[in-house]
């Protein structure tokens, strides 16, 4: 994605932001990338549980900082070049899905990218094939909004100050062209792009 949309590897991107980093599965390749690129102070983490923030900063040996469960952060403006989230939106209310767009759109810098993932099309096909789960088929039509919550998600139950915060949330596309392109200009969604999730371009408008 970075060399189609920016025109060069990652590591070379400037500030990345690994936003919802957990224990840096992914971040962990990103530091190893960067220190051989001497651009380790480009790469960044954050999220809600200061237990995994705090394992990447002091193991990776990148910026990584507990952020709260809504903005703001403490990140200066137009800070990052680029931001991604997996699996972060998947689990948002949409009161607070929105917050944090108008967040994002904060700290990344105008042309920026935000990649993030989305349970769209492919998880919907994936979970709703079973006729056991009708309420979720009925709130994928196309006449309802395009966003619903399928269920709460326990997983960090007792790791961050909410239990009802986490939850199970679906998109569709047309939702996102729509109502995303108030903070970002909505360049793809990729389908299964991350196993079940799809994945949205975003470029933060000037």
Known sequence: ???????????????????????????????????????????????????????????????????????????????????????????????????????LRRIIRPGGMLLTTIHGMTAYQRVCMPPSRPELAENWAPENSGFFVSGSNGQLAGFIESDDYYLNVFHRSEYIRKRWSDFFEVLEILPGAIGTHDLAVLRRKA
């Not at 991107?13 to 980093?21: A, E, K, M, T, Y």
């Not at 220190?35 to 960044?44: E, V």
């Not at 549980?49 to 507990?66: H, M, P, T, V």
């Open 1 to 103: 994605m970075c060399r189609e949309f920016f025109g060069q590897e990652l590591a070379r991107i400037g500030r990345v932001l690994d936003w919802g980093c957990g224990s840096g599965r992914v971040t962990r390749y990103l530091a190893g990338d960067a220190r051989r690129h001497s651009n380790l102070d480009g790469i960044h983490g954050a999220d809600i549980d200061g237990d995994n923030a705090s394992w990447c900063g002091k193991n990776l040996g990148i910026d990584a900082r507990k952020i709260p469960l809504c903005p703001p952060t403490d990140f200066p403006d137009n800070f990052f070049d680029l931001v991604f989230g997996i699996s972060v939106f998947t689990h948002l209310n949409e009161d607070v899905q929105f917050k944090w767009l108008a967040e």
